[in-house]
């Protein structure tokens, strides 16, 4: 059967190569003949995927030896409130709200301590990030946090906020592992793997070992950052083969791509194509400034609803997927992650234009 050309905002697609040797390791991992998915956890088979995908993940966002590398389950959205749980303990932390998560995380960092909030586009319908060094971190911040993808809007920062004498925290879900970036000036990265790097269940956590010390001792062991290093991501049974799709998907960046590099012009390359349309055109329209949008979440309309959606359940007839808005703003979005093939943007790319022909 003919693959669709998805664009899913996630779980999205995985590299062919990835998903082809999937396919064999899951009824056996080289010639074990066990399944990478029957495999124990505490086998040295599984140890060698799991310390592999931590080497590569490490030298891909440049880590250092004070950071730590957790592999846990129940999704980004978890670390919303597990993060502030663990080093917040009433202080206060800063928050850039520019977009649907972004919000949500600081709902339930509100839980835990105070929130600051020194940017936020919420009241213009999320269409932007604050530009380099436009944002004042107040004084006594514990952390600052941020959202360097905007899944639901279609904004991206282009750079790292400076966070002054605060932590930095970002939750990379969407772009993570798409550009690069020097992940050594984080003291917390966290990302649902189902967007760039992985299947979905499970969420890449980095930790730096120095936040330790103001974790509650309180907490249970599964809440905490420094139980779970201590155990290697396998306190409990961690998601086994979504660590093992992660390696994989690591090992194709690095070996195939050309690294961070590699992957960061094959974004801009994709993405210019579809805004390079949008731009050129008088029917479609972007929904984002243009200095913020993001190379993996295209947000665009044809500024009618019912013509919208004309165009994304025609596209599906005609088997590009998964190009309906986010049900809580509507539109069109089309998401480029890094597995993205040429050819379903060519597809993508000449059907938005035979509908602009056909319906402008």
């Known amino acids: 059967m003919e693959r669709a050309h998805n664009f899913s905002a996630g779980p999205a697609l995985l590299p062919q190569k990835v998903v082809r040797q999937a396919q064999q390791d899951l009824w056996s991992y080289g010639d074990s003949g066990i399944g990478i998915a029957e495999c124990s956890h505490r086998s040295a088979m599984f140890d060698a995927v799991i310390q592999s995908a931590k080497q590569r993940i490490a030298r891909l966002l440049q880590l250092d030896d004070d950071q730590s590398i957790l592999f846990l389950q129940g999704g980004a959205r978890t670390q919303f409130y597990m993060w502030p749980m663990n080093v917040l303990g009433g202080g206060t932390a800063a928050y850039l709200d520019t977009g649907r998560w972004a919000d949500l995380a600081v709902k339930d960092a509100q839980r835990y301590g105070e ?3 020194p940017f936020s586009s919420q009241q213009t319908g999320w269409d932007r990030v604050p530009e380099a060094g436009a944002v004042e971190v107040p004084d006594g911040s514990i952390y600052l946090h941020y959202t360097s993808n905007n899944t639901v809007a279609g904004t991206e920062f282009s750079h790292v906020p400076e966070s002054g004498s605060a932590w930095l925290a970002c939750d990379m879900s969407s772009n993570f592992l798409s550009r690069p970036v020097d992940g050594s000036r984080f003291d917390f990265i966290y990302a649902g793997a189902q967007k760039n790097v992985g299947p979905s269940g499970v ?3 980095v930790v730096r070992k120095r936040v330790f010390d103001r974790i509650d001792a309180s907490l249970p062991g599964m809440l905490r950052y420094d139980t779970l290093a201590a155990k290697d991501s396998m306190l409990n049974t961690p998601c ?3 660590i093992y799709v992660i390696e994989s998907v690591c090992r194709w960046i690095e070996e195939d791509m050309g690294g961070l590099a590699g992957i960061e012009a094959h974004n801009i390359a994709q993405s210019g ?3 390079d349309l ?3 055109s008088d029917f479609w329209k972007g929904k984002v400034e243009v ?10 309309t044809t500024g009618d609803d019912a013509l919208d959606t004309t165009f994304h359940t025609s596209a599906a007839e005609a088997g590009l997927s998964g190009l309906k808005g986010h049900r809580s703003v509507g539109g069109l979005r089309a998401s480029l992650y890094n ?3 040429d050819a379903s943007v060519d597809a993508l790319v000449d059907f938005m234009g035979h509908f602009e022909r056909t319906h402008g």
Do not use: E, K, L, P
Not at 291 to 300: E, L, P, Q
């Open 115 to 117: 929130v600051a909030v």
């Open 339 to 341: 597995a993205q093939t």
């Open 240 to 242: 086994t083969f979504g």
């Open 273 to 275: 194509r579809v805004y």
């Open 291 to 300: 200095g913020s949008r993001s190379r993996m979440n295209i947000t665009f």
């Open 203 to 205: 969420t890449v956590v």
């Open 278 to 280: 949008i731009d050129g």
